[in-house]
C-alpha cells in the first residue's frame, strides 16, 4: 500500500465551480501536510501547509486535515482556468522525509 | 518565486554516455534533494544533502551519484545512461519542511 494516495483524474469543472480535491494516508504518524501545485512543464510549487487536524485558508484555497479517517483535502473557491495544473498532496513525520502523492490533474474550463 | 535553476530543461541522449544534471539555489539552502517523477505517479526521492560535504541515497533505488561540494550547487550524475533512465528529474531546496522546487529536467535516453 502506497502511503499518500489520491485519485489521478483528470478533474474536469467550469469556472467558478467549488473544487474537492481528496487525498488518503496510511502511516498514522504524519503530523505535517502539504498540497502542492504543478502547472504543465514546472516544478511542484507549495501551496498549502498545515499541521496535525483541522482546517487552513488562504483565499480561495482550504485545507482540511482528518486525521482520525486520515484524509487530506484541498478546497478550490470560484475555480480559475488559472487554476488548471496537477495538485499534490504531501505527508511528513516529524523525523522522516516528504512523501509525495502522485497527483490529481484539474482542468477549469471557461 | 524561488531561486532554483535546473540545466538542461531536456535532454535526448545515446545509450552509454554519460551525463550530469545541474541544480543551482541561491537561497542558501542546507537541505537540496533530488526527485525523479514520471507521468501520473507520485514523486520518488533518489538522493539528498543536508549539508555541504553530506549525500544520502533516497528511497528510490537509483545508478545516479551526487555531489554537495558547494552549499548552493548540487548535480546529478549518470556513469551510463539508458532508456530506462527516460524520466523527468527534479530538483528542490528546503528551508524547514517546505520545499522549492526547479523547473525539471526532461531526461530520454534512446
Known amino acids: 500500500q502506497k502511503e499518500v494516495e489520491q485519485d489521478p483524474g483528470p478533474l474536469s469543472v467550469p469556472e467558478g465551480a467549488i473544487v474537492s480535491l481528496n487525498c488518503t494516508y496510511s502511516?498514522?504518524?504524519?503530523?505535517?501536510f502539504m498540497w502542492y501545485r504543478q502547472y504543465s512543464r514546472k516544478g511542484p510549487e507549495l501551496l498549502m501547509y498545515t499541521y496535525s487536524s483541522g482546517n487552513k485558508e488562504d483565499g480561495r484555497f482550504t485545507a482540511q486535515v482528518d486525521k482520525s479517517s486520515k484524509y487530506i483535502s484541498l478546497f478550490i473557491r470560484d475555480s480559475q482556468p488559472s487554476d488548471s495544473a496537477t495538485y499534490l498532496c504531501?505527508?511528513?513525520?516529524?523525523?522522516?522525509?516528504?512523501?509525495f502523492g502522485p497527483g490529481t490533474s484539474l482542468s477549469v474550463i471557461p | 518565486e524561488a531561486d532554483i535553476y535546473q540545466t538542461p530543461r531536456y535532454l535526448v541522449i545515446g545509450t552509454g554516455k554519460k551525463i550530469t544534471l545541474e541544480c543551482s539555489q541561491t537561497?542558501?539552502?542546507?537541505?537540496m534533494y533530488w526527485y525523479q517523477q514520471d507521468p501520473g505517479m507520485e514523486l520518488h526521492l533518489i538522493h539528498y544533502s543536508y549539508g555541504v560535504n553530506s549525500t544520502e541515497k533516497g528511497d528510490l533505488s537509483s545508478e545516479s551519484t551526487v555531489s554537495r561540494i558547494r552549499t548552493e550547487h548540487f548535480p546529478l550524475t549518470l556513469e551510463s545512461a539508458r532508456p530506462s533512465h527516460t524520466s523527468q528529474y527534479l530538483c528542490?531546496?528546503?528551508?524547514?519542511?517546505?520545499?522549492?522546487f526547479g523547473p525539471g529536467t526532461r531526461l530520454t535516453v534512446l
Open positions: 504531501a505527508a511528513k513525520t516529524s523525523y522522516d522525509k516528504v512523501i
Open positions: 502511516n498514522s504518524a504524519f503530523q505535517y
Open positions: 528542490a531546496s528546503a528551508a524547514g519542511d517546505t520545499q522549492y
Open positions: 537561497m542558501g539552502h542546507d537541505k
